[in-house]
Antibody, heavy 118, light 108 residues
Framework: QVKLVQSGAEVKKPGSSVKVSCKASGGTFSSYVISWVRQAPGQGLEWMGGIIPMFGTPNYAQKFQGRVTITADESTSTVYMALSSLRSEDTAVYYC???????????WGQGTLVTVSS | DIQMTQSPSTLSASVGDRVTITCRASQSISSWLAWYQQKPGKAPKLLISKASNLESGVPSRFSGSGSGTEFTLTISSLQPDDFASYYCQQYSSFPMYTFGQGTNLEIK
């Protein structure tokens, strides 16, 4: 059974960076799309970017270009999302999610709360 | 970029009601549309893919329709467990995705 387990909550200062991990188990890892989706408090879902580990080239939403970096480590079935130049508006729950190529996300991690506060 | 617009933002309904949520795309996305349900404090759950394909285990009271730019999610007879937020998502521009802004379905 597919499971995505994310790293724990983070508290960061404005201007700093955060790196969240997402470890996959059960099923094939490399050929699926791993996406990162965030949700600010009381707000909707926002797709940030994704990667297909076997190809290694990430894709990012325009809003996050230049600030987000998504990488994959096939040896540990782990995908990472790093977000830099943090500001208070980046306070959100960050989810990783898996889907097939040309498909939506049908498996989700438990979410990681990132709080940006001075 | 493809924009997704959902309506209404909030929907008040009672158990047993039939409800419909609409999602419009800024350009044609064929049938590359998914619907998710999200409950407070939980990750989203995929309900429907390819506009009308019900995921395994999703009750048959949920249905999706539409193609091109206009789509609907219908719940035929609301159950207490259905009060949640619902999001549409386009994946026509794979590997880029876009969510609608969400619909909060609340108890009247």
């Amino acid at each position: 059974q597919v499971k995505l387990v994310q790293s724990g909550a983070e508290v960061k200062k404005p201007g700093s960076s955060v790196k969240v991990s997402c470890k996959a188990s059960g099923g094939t890892f490399s050929s699926y799309v791993i996406s990162w989706v965030r949700q600010a408090p009381g707000q909707g879902l926002e797709w940030m970017g994704g990667i297909i580990p076997m190809f290694g080239t990430p894709n990012y939403a325009q809003k996050f270009q230049g600030r987000v970096t998504i990488t994959a480590d096939e040896s540990t079935s782990t995908v990472y999302m790093a977000l830099s130049s943090l500001r208070s508006e980046d306070t959100a729950v960050y989810y990783c999610a898996r889907g097939e190529q040309w498909g939506p996300q049908n498996y989700w991690g438990q979410g990681t709360l990132v709080t940006v506060s001075s | 970029d493809i924009q997704m617009t959902q309506s209404p933002s909030t929907l008040s309904a009672s158990v047993g009601d039939r409800v419909t949520i609409t999602c419009r795309a800024s350009q044609s996305i064929s049938s590359w549309l998914a619907w998710y349900q999200q409950k407070p404090g939980k990750a989203p759950k995929l309900l429907i893919s390819k506009a009308s394909n019900l995921e395994s285990g999703v009750p048959s009271r949920f249905s999706g329709s539409g193609s091109g730019t206009e789509f609907t999610l219908t719940i035929s007879s609301l159950q207490p467990d259905d009060f949640a937020s619902y999001y549409c998502q386009q994946y026509s521009s794979f590997p880029m995705y876009t969510f609608g802004q969400g619909t909060n379905l609340e108890i009247k």
